[in-house]
């Protein structure tokens, strides 16, 4: 998957100076003591008063244990601020005993990877491995906690069913943040596919499809919102690399469906209008409107899944190791995942026949189609598609 690099600049410790530093490797948080989990059987009474609605749960694949709550409720405490260090987590464990690199260093490596063709010319964030440490660092503008804290939900409550990265720690310098993540080791599903047997996609397709409606079992603890996990705008590059020059209201967190899809159709048409009369600011208009099926539930989304975010185990009956590129997720309405994982087809590429002859499959929305008004996928991609499009 990543380059392995002959040489790496030489670590440093976050800061000579203490006092320079909040959290120089010190135990300021630990996963588990600020991590709170409430998980209870989906019968159990919401804070709003309603009952967990286990109707629009996927139908259980093989391997999955029936026995277990069909529902998942999640109500996590993450740890805040912009320097955030897992000193008991696995990283300071290693014989090595080294620290975490600094920024600095982490810029360093990167140019070095950049020279010799690792990295793309140009990216609002990048992936920078440290074999040697078992280590990866996304860093950029555009890089978020959020999407560390949602591999810090997906590790505490799904860890043996949706393997993602461990999360070491996360850190901002300047305008760029750092989060210092474990190294998955293997290779990308999209890069090992064309050596792969039929047999062998198809137990790698059955796994991804397992872990998809894993994760699709979660359910907010309180009250249902479409936003990021950690109840702040969504993240999703629908929003976020559209609007360009406009000045548009933040992408929520929304109260429900409804409001969400009246973003997302007042947002479409106001940077249509925008681009069209060539203003430099766009004004969002919050109207009702009819295209878009406001009933149906919210699901936990990875909102880019693709083969280059699959991560596969390099001998022979590959495995699914891990599950990368969390930075969209969040809580959308539930369609919202199959659309994106078409666009995000699209837009990186389909060689392997992913959106034609997987993406159905692993996604399973035929419940979705058969209890939400007559809806079926297709119109509804097309809705979707149309106002997406307004956006380009």
């Not at 997720?329 to 002859?357: N, T, V």
């Not at 996928?377 to 307004?390: H, N, S, T």
């Amino acid at each position: 998957m990543f380059a392995n690099p002959s040489h790496h600049v030489p670590l440093q410790p976050l800061s000579s100076n203490p006092a320079q530093d909040v959290d120089p490797f010190q135990s300021l948080y630990d996963a588990l003591s600020n991590l709170t989990l409430d998980v209870t059987p989906s019968s159990a009474t919401l804070d709003n008063g309603s009952r967990a609605n286990s109707s629009h749960v996927p139908d259980t694949p093989a391997g999955v244990d029936s026995s277990r709550p069909s529902d998942i409720p999640v109500n996590l405490i993450f740890p805040s601020g912009d320097n955030v260090i897992f000193a008991h987590s696995s990283f300071f464990k290693h014989p090595c005993g080294a620290d975490l690199p600094t920024p600095a260093a982490v810029r360093s490596e990167a140019a070095r990877l950049f020279e010799q063709g690792y990295l793309p010319v140009a990216a609002t964030s990048r992936l920078v491995p440290f074999p040697s440490l078992g280590l990866l660092v996304k860093y950029g503008a555009d890089v978020s906690t959020t999407e560390a804290k949602c591999l810090l939900l997906l590790r505490r409550l799904l860890s043996s069913s949706v393997p993602v990265p461990e999360v070491f720690g996360w850190r901002r310098d300047g305008d760029e943040r750092f989060i210092y993540m474990e190294l998955p080791d293997g290779m990308t599903l999209e890069e090992r596919w064309a050596w792969m047997r039929e047999a062998e996609r198809k137990l790698v397709y059955e796994e991804l499809r397992g872990m998809v409606n894993e994760w699709r079992r979660l359910r907010q603890g309180g009250r249902e919102i479409v936003g990021s996990i950690d109840n702040s705008p969504v993240r999703d590059g629908v929003f976020t690399s559209s609007q360009g020059t406009m000045k548009l209201p933040p992408a929520g967190p929304f109260a429900d469906v409804a409001k969400f899809h009246s973003y997302f159709v007042a947002t479409a048409v106001a940077i249509s209008e925008c681009r069209q009369g060539g203003a430099e600011t766009g004004r969002v208009d919050y109207k009702p409107h009819h295209l878009l099926p406001n009933e149906v539930p919210i699901a936990f989304t990875h909102g880019a899944l693709h083969p280059r975010n699959v991560i596969v185990s390099r001998g022979p009956n590959p495995h699914i190791v891990s599950i990368i590129g969390w930075d969209q997720a969040g809580w959308y309405p539930a369609y919202w995942e199959l659309c994106k994982a078409r666009m995000e087809s699209s837009a990186h590429g389909d060689a392997i026949g992913w959106d034609e002859r997987y993406v159905l499959g692993v996604l399973d929305l035929d419940r979705f189609e058969q209890k939400n008004q007559g809806w079926n996928y297709g119109a509804l991609c097309q809705y979707w598609d149309y106002f997406v499009g307004l956006m380009r």
